[in-house]
C-alpha cells in the first residue's frame, strides 16, 4: 500500500494545470485555462482549469475534480495507479507501508512477472520487425490483413521465431529468470527441458486497462491440424482471462468519449475497426462473457453493442451473454452482419463510412434481436411461440431497473402481439422465484399516478431549499475566512409604543457568521452531501480557526470532492462566454459579500417558515390560543424577511 507521506508529497507537487495539459490544449483564460472538453465532441470550450484552487471541472458533462480525479476520469487509472502515474512525472519515490514478509514476497512476484511480460512484449515486437524470419512470415502475414504500421505499432504486435527456445534463451541471457518465464507461461518447462509457447506464432499482448501486459495470444500461421490455431496465455497471478478484455487499454477513451462500447469475438476484429476509425471496440478473445469483463465495461459506460457474425449456430450459443449484460445493468443493442461476414471481413470489404452506417442502421434492441433469430423456429406453432414469450420475459426479469423493465415488457407485447398484463404477471412470478425482496419492491412500484403526483411537489419543494443551502455552501467554501462589515438591527419600544430600529454595525468572518446564525435557528440542510460538507467546515474552523479548501477538494470521499470542485468551478463559468468582450460586467460576489450572506440566510428562513406555516394550515383542527399566537408571530416574521429582501408577501 502506498504511504501516506507519498500520497502527501503527490498532492504537493501536482499542478491540475500540468497534469490536464498532457491531454487537453488549454489557453489562458484570466486566471483561468479554457480548453475543448475531453470527454465530448465540442466546438466551443467548456472545459476549464483553475491553478489558483487546483481544480478542473468540465461544463459540458458535470466532471470536475483535482489532478487525481482527472487522471481516474480521462485515463480510467484506478486511484493507485493516479498516485504512481504522478508519482513517476513528479520524480517522486514511492514509499509503501510495512509489509509482512509473505506480502512483500506477493508483491515482488508479480511485479516481475509484470516486468517478464513487458520484456517479452518488447522482444516479439522487435522480433517481428528487425529478423528476416520476422519479417517474411510475422509483419508479411498482418500486411496481408491489411494492418498499417501504425496499427501494428499501435497494438504492439509481434512474432515468436519457430524454433524451440530463442525467446526462453533470450530472456534468460537478459537476466531474467526462469520461475516467472514459467509462472507467466511464457516458457513450458518439462523433464528439465524448456520451450517457447507461443513458438512460430504472431503475438497478440493484453493489456490491462492502464496499460500493463497481463499476457499474450498466438495465431499459429502453419496448417498443422494437432495444434490450436489460437494459444493465449495460461491463468496466472496477473493473467486472469475471464477477468480482461482485449483492446480494453487502446479502447477507453473512446468507449467513455462515444458512451457506447461495440463487443466484438476476437484479436483482429478489435483491429480492424479502429483502422477503419471506429475504436471503442473490446473483445472478449473467444471466451465466454463474464461478469467481470462486463463490470470492466461498465467502469467507462452503461452502454453495449453486441457484435456477432453471419453464423447462427453460433449466435445461439453465445446469447446467454445478452442476458448477463442485462443482469449487470447494462443497456445491451444488438448487431448481426449478413451471411458470411464477420466484423473483420465486413470492416475490411466496406469503406469506413459505410461501416459506420451499417452499424447504426443495423443495431436493434434484445428483444427485436431475439424474435428476429428465434421466431422462426416456432413455425407458427403456439406452444413454441409461448415458449420464445417466456424467453424474452426471462431476460427482462433480469434487468435490476424496474422502468426499463416495464417498457421492455410493453415492447415485447407489441412486437409479440399478447396482452401486456399476461407478461407483467408472468415477470413477477419471475422476479418472486428469484428475489422475494426483489418481487416486493416491483409490486410497490405499481402505486397509483396519485400517489407519484404528491412525491413530485415535495420533490420540488426540497429542490428549492437545496438550491439556497448550495448557496450557503458555496459561500463558505469561496469566502469563509473573509473578514466582513455587517449590519444588524436593534429594536426598541419607546414610550409611546412606537418601534424603533437601531443600525448596529460589527465585524466576522463569512464562517462564523453563517455558523452562528443557523446554529442560532438550529437549522440542518435537507441535502446530505452539503450537511457533510458544512460539519467538514465547521470541524476545520473549530479546530484550525480557519477553512483549508486543500482537504475537502482532496477528500478520501469522491462525492464530497465532486461536490466542493463543482461548486467552487460555478464562479469561472462565465469566462468561458468572454462576457467582458460583449460589454456584459458581472458583479463579483465579493464586492455585496455583506448582501449576499445575509440574504442567503433570510432566504432560508423564509422558506422553512413558509413550509412550517404551509403544514399548520393543513391541520383540521381548533387551534389554541398559543397556536393561534405562534402563527401570527410566524407570519409577522416573514413579513420583516421579506421587507429585508425587498419582496412582495
Known sequence: MISRSTIDRVFEAARVEEVVGEFVQLKKAGSNFKGLSPFTDEKSPSFMVSPVKQIWKDFSTGKGGNAISFLMEHEHYTYPEAIKWLANKYNIE????????????????????????????????NTMLKTNQGKAIGLSYFKERGFRDET????????????W???????????????????????????????????????????????????????????????????????????HKGKVLYGIFQAKKEIAKQDNCFLVEGYTDVISFHQSGIENVVASSGTALTPDQIRLISRLTKNITVLFDGDAAGIRASIRGIDLILEQGMNVKVVQFPNGEDPDSFAKSHSDSELQAFLETAAQDFINFKVSLLLEDTQNDPVKKAGLIRDIVASISKIPDAIQREVYVQECARIMEISERILFSELAQLLSKNNTEESKKYQAEKKTFEVVKRQDIQLKEIDQLEILEREIIKLLLLYGNEEVDFMDEIIHIDENGKEIKTPKKYKNSVSTEIYLQLHDDEIHFTNSVFQEIYNEIIFQLNNFQKLELDQLINHINPTISSTVTSILMDEEKYQLSQWERKNIFVTETKEVLMKAVTDAIYNIRRILIDKLLKEKSIKEKEYSNDEIEEIMNYNSLRIRLSEKLNRVV
Open 94 to 125: 514511492i514509499e509503501e507501508t510495512e509489509q509482512t514478509n509473505q506480502e512483500k514476497e506477493l508483491v515482488n512476484e508479480r511485479e516481475s512477472m509484470f516486468v517478464v511480460s513487458d520484456f517479452a512484449k518488447d522482444f516479439f515486437h
Open 165 to 239: 527456445d530463442h525467446f526462453t534463451n533470450a530472456a534468460i541471457a537478459k537476466g531474467y529468470q526462469l520461475k516467472y518465464l514459467e509462472s507467466t507461461g511464457l516458457t513450458i518447462v518439462k523433464d528439465n527441458k524448456q520451450f517457447d509457447r507461443f513458438k512460430g506464432r504472431v503475438i497478440f499482448p493484453i493489456h490491462s486497462m492502464s496499460g500493463r501486459t497481463l499476457g499474450f495470444g498466438g495465431r499459429i500461421l502453419t496448417n498443422d491440424k494437432k495444434a490450436a490455431k489460437y494459444l493465449n496465455s495460461p491463468e496466472s497471478d496477473i493473467y
Open 152 to 163: 501494428i505499432e499501435k497494438f504492439d504486435l509481434g512474432y515468436c521465431l519457430d524454433e
